[in-house]
């Protein structure tokens, strides 16, 4: 299962400051989608929350839907 390091300030400088493909292949025990994964978060922690559910609406036309519920799971409660 992916996980996030998007607080571990030397891996995301590092990843600024390389290719994703350097990145990986530094970091060779992180998997493509803990990249983006992370990327992803950095971005939802930036955003506001008109901004979140938008992103959310985003992601999910991305057909990244399990990955938008896990960061705004209320966008996807329903009330009764």
């Known amino acids: 299962m992916?996980?996030?390091f998007h607080n571990d300030i030397n891996k995301v400088a590092d990843m600024?400051?390389?290719?994703?493909?350097e990145f990986l292949k530094s970091y060779s025990y992180l998997s493509e989608e803990d990249y983006n994964?992370?990327?992803?978060?950095?971005?939802?922690?930036?955003f506001s929350y008109t901004?979140?559910?938008e992103y959310v609406e985003f992601?999910?036309?991305?057909?990244?839907?399990?990955?938008a519920k896990k960061i705004l799971p209320e966008h996807f409660m329903?009330?009764?």
């Open 16 to 21: 600024l400051l390389i290719s994703k493909d």
């Open 78 to 80: 329903t009330t009764n």
């Open 59 to 67: 992601l999910i036309s991305e057909g990244q839907e399990e990955y």
């Open 51 to 53: 901004q979140r559910q």
């Open 37 to 46: 994964m992370t990327i992803n978060q950095i971005l939802y922690n930036l």
């Open 2 to 4: 992916a996980e996030t």
